[in-house]
């Protein structure tokens, strides 16, 4: 009996005495990739103001009337769909025009469509607007511009935006087809 037991004892402990202790394997350490930044969500509510300067002209800008400038409010909302940005906009905006002492205003409504790249947006949009001269003059407008967007927080985003308006016969006025382009440093608060 004994003999068997020792035998098997012996069987059993052979290989770690034959092989001796395993070295422990190393693995070579794994990289982790950092994760991507986290990607900036239009989507949402805002309100801001703006400043812009510009120039108005006659006959689709070939008759140059001068320059115009002046502020606004804006309120809007933009949906963002991944890399698409697709929203809309209401604005007011005061004008004053260098050589003549009439001022105008005007309503300004947008349909909104823009890229998403991150903290930046730019963007493309059309639509109409009420467009009144203190003189008595008004009419309904087409508008159409460019601009972009950038997020200086999750809540400001300062912005840049061409915009120009235009329509024939204003106001009924064969003689007069306006032609009013503008530049406009904007600033909104995001909700």
Not at 119 to 140: H, M
Request: overall charge negative.
């Amino acid at each position: 009996k004994h003999t068997v037991m020792i035998a098997a004892l012996a069987a059993l402990a052979s290989p770690a005495v034959a092989g001796g202790i395993a070295e422990p394997v190393v693995e070579a350490p794994v990289e982790v990739a950092a994760a991507p930044a986290p990607g900036m969500d239009w989507t949402g509510f805002y309100v801001g103001l703006s400043a812009f300067q510009g120039s108005y002209s006659n006959d689709g800008g070939a008759t140059d009337l001068g320059d115009t400038d002046g502020f606004g409010v804006q309120a809007g909302y933009l949906r963002d769909f991944g890399s698409f940005v697709l929203g809309g906009e209401l604005a007011q905006v005061w004008g004053s025009y260098e050589n003549s002492t009439d001022d105008w205003d005007s309503t300004r409504l947008k349909l909104i469509g823009g890229y998403d790249a991150g903290r930046f947006l730019p963007y493309a949009f059309a639509g109409v607007a009420d467009y009144n001269i203190d003189g008595g003059e008004s009419d309904t407008v087409t508008i159409y511009g460019i601009g972009a967007r950038y997020a200086i927080s999750s809540r400001f985003v300062a912005g840049l935006e061409y915009l120009v308006s235009k329509k024939d016969d204003f106001d009924g006025d064969p003689a007069f087809d306006l032609e009013d382009s503008d530049l406009s440093l904007r600033l909104d608060y995001r909700f």
